[in-house]
């Protein structure tokens, strides 16, 4: 908002452009700055995981072929990764990423084994052929070993091994937070995303296994069945997964604003008809997604939803699903507003990550608010479409209660290391607060829709989406999002009412902040513009009834 008022800012427009130029620069270079100076509480895993190493800077990952045998009874995998890459600058040493229990066997470039050493999970491995600028090469990654079992998924990562009601392998990962490289070798840093996957699963015959993308074809021996899985579009490492059970499949398609998408569902049998009842959302979800966000944004890989043991994660155009076939979140409306029990969170959250966390991805998680905030902010906007206006800001108002204010929404910068989980709740009512600072729906939901064709496929920095918002809005939000997404401090209207004057001023906000809030005055509508300075408002009559307006996530105080 800075210092240009909020009702004039087209003409300002070039002025702020330059502005915003500016701003740019500057918190690109004080990203780079933190980036590259962590705070000395992180250790050198954190450094090796969270920052672009001179061993990673160099390559630029093309492909993953991932072919993976799996042995349920013994809960271990064995595997191949065949990673292309495309050289950048001349290296000599290539960083991947694998941590224990699993091993990596041997890497082999041109037929040849290379040596290499590993410090924790980065393995750092020696190149003989000269890594020439713009070379496409391919390095194959053997492995194998029994992945870090997930105690309590999807929270904390690795694998799980359950049974379904027959006593038949129900098995599946997730490995947010933790990494893909917990049970596959590959280059587990979120800013460098392959631009395809062919991922081929084996499992004991008899069980389904179900991988990201669309199945290209299965075949079987006496003891096994290997499912090919195809994903024609970039790919993060984390939405990377493998589902394992004697799943019951059904499909359906969905004509969207991108043709026809292809709907693929696995489920436990004995919860085949439960799922067909539930899953009918997920043409819902799409119709209210694609209204809000554009179309979604992996068409040529279809969508699945997968029945897993574990709650859900959004998985890329494979988006797990473990919430018990109710509605609410395992049946609860974290909301309290009652709206939350009108559907199934699980599928409406963690598709809604296909926009947000898979088509536009944080370069580092320190930037997460990207991915949850959006996320948690698009289950509004399908009660929105669904409900109504008042329906939604009930339902996000409902969700402050769960805000702790406790750590800034960004974390820090090149050390694996993710924000307050404000980013959710607070996040989700930045954005409605957003909402009304820009004050026409339409204009809004243009803005979400551009940012899904702007940064289409792309992994992205807090920077660019905070621009590109204030660019595409007319307002300049930089002291907006400094103080929603860098501090703790909720800004604070203080006000006294004497007659028909109303005083008012701004506590607890960073430097600049100007906010404009509306206020209901003698139920009339009106926009205020608080700064630091106290101010006075003048009406035509006493006022003899005042509200903030609801929808504008700040605190107040009435001095008398
Ligand atoms: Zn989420």
């Known amino acids: 908002m800075s210092r240009i008022s909020y009702h004039f800012h087209c003409i300002l427009q070039a002025k702020l452009n330059f502005f915003i130029s500016i701003c740019i620069l500057f918190l690109l270079i004080s990203s780079c700055a933190k980036a590259q100076i962590a705070p000395s509480q992180y250790s050198r895993e954190d450094i090796l995981k969270g920052s672009i190493t001179p ?21 271990f995998i064995t595997g191949v990764n065949n990673v292309s890459y495309k050289v950048l600058k001349p290296y000599q040493i290539i960083q991947i990423d694998l941590q224990e229990p699993m091993k990596l066997l041997a890497a082999v470039q041109d037929g ?4 290499f050493r590993n410090e924790g999970a980065a393995y750092f491995i020696k190149l003989d052929k000269k890594q020439k600028k713009g070379k496409l090469n391919e390095l194959v990654l053997k492995f194998e070993g029994s992945p870090v079992e997930g105690k309590r998924l999807p929270w904390d990562g690795g694998w799980t091994w359950q049974e379904d009601a027959n006593g038949k392998t129900f098995a599946a990962n997730a490995n947010q937070g933790i990494g893909s490289s917990v049970w596959w070798p590959n280059k587990d840093i979120p800013y460098d995303e392959v631009d395809g996957l062919d991922f081929h699963i084996t499992v004991p015959k008899g069980l389904v296994a179900v991988g990201n993308g669309k199945l290209v074809d299965s075949s079987s021996t006496e003891e096994t069945t290997t499912y090919n899985w195809t994903v024609k579009n970039p790919i993060n490492s984390y939405g990377i ?7 019951a499949h059904f499909s359906d398609s969905y004509t969207g604003e991108k043709g026809t998408l292809d709907l693929n569902f696995y489920v436990l ?32 890989d279809g969508y699945k939803l997968v029945e897993v043991p574990y709650l859900g994660m959004e998985h890329q155009s494979n988006v797990t699903y473990g919430n018990g076939y ?30 947000f966390a898979n088509n536009i991805t944080n370069k580092d998680v320190a930037d997460m608010w990207v991915h949850e905030s959006f996320t948690t902010y698009s289950e509004n906007l399908f009660v929105d479409y669904y409900y109504g206006k008042e329906a939604s800001s009930d339902y996000v108002i409902g969700m402050r209660g769960s805000i702790r204010n406790d750590r800034p929404i960004i974390g820090t910068y090149g050390v694996d290391q993710e924000g307050s989980g404000d980013m ?18 339409e204009k809004w939901r243009e803005i979400l829709r551009c940012l899904n064709t702007e940064f289409y496929h792309q992994t992205v920095t807090t920077s660019q989406v905070e621009n590109f918002i204030s660019k595409k809005s007319n307002i300049d939000l930089s002291q907006f999002w400094e103080q929603y997404l860098r501090t703790t401090m909720i800004p604070k209207l203080e006000y006294v009412i004497d007659g028909s004057t109303l005083k008012f001023r701004y506590t607890d906000i960073v430097e600049d902040f100007d906010m404009p809030v509306q206020v209901n005055v003698n139920q009339t509508t009106e926009w205020i513009y ?29 001095i008398k």
């Open 530 to 558: 608080p700064t630091a300075e106290w101010k006075t408002q003048s009406f035509d009559a006493s006022i003899s009834d005042f509200e903030i307006d609801r929808d504008f996530y700040i605190e107040s105080k009435e």
């Open 269 to 300: 049998k004995e919860n085949l008809e439960k799922a067909k009842e539930q899953f009918k959302q997920v043409p819902q979800m799409l119709e209210a997604f694609e209204h809000w966000f554009g179309p979604y944004p992996f068409y040529e």
């Open 424 to 441: 959710y709740f607070k996040g989700a009512n930045i954005l409605h607060t957003l909402r009304q600072l820009i004050e026409d729906d």
């Open 55 to 75: 061993e990673r800077e160099w390559w630029d990952a093309i492909h993953y072929d991932l072919t993976i045998q799996v042995k349920p009874e013994l809960k």
């Open 241 to 247: 997964s493998a589902d394992i059970a004697d799943y």
């Open 326 to 355: 109710s509605n609410g979140y395992l049946g609860r409306d974290l909301s309290g507003s009652g709206w939350g029990l009108k559907f199934d969170y699980i599928i409406i959250h963690e598709s809604g990550h296909e926009w």
């Open 112 to 115: 040849k084994e290379l040596s």
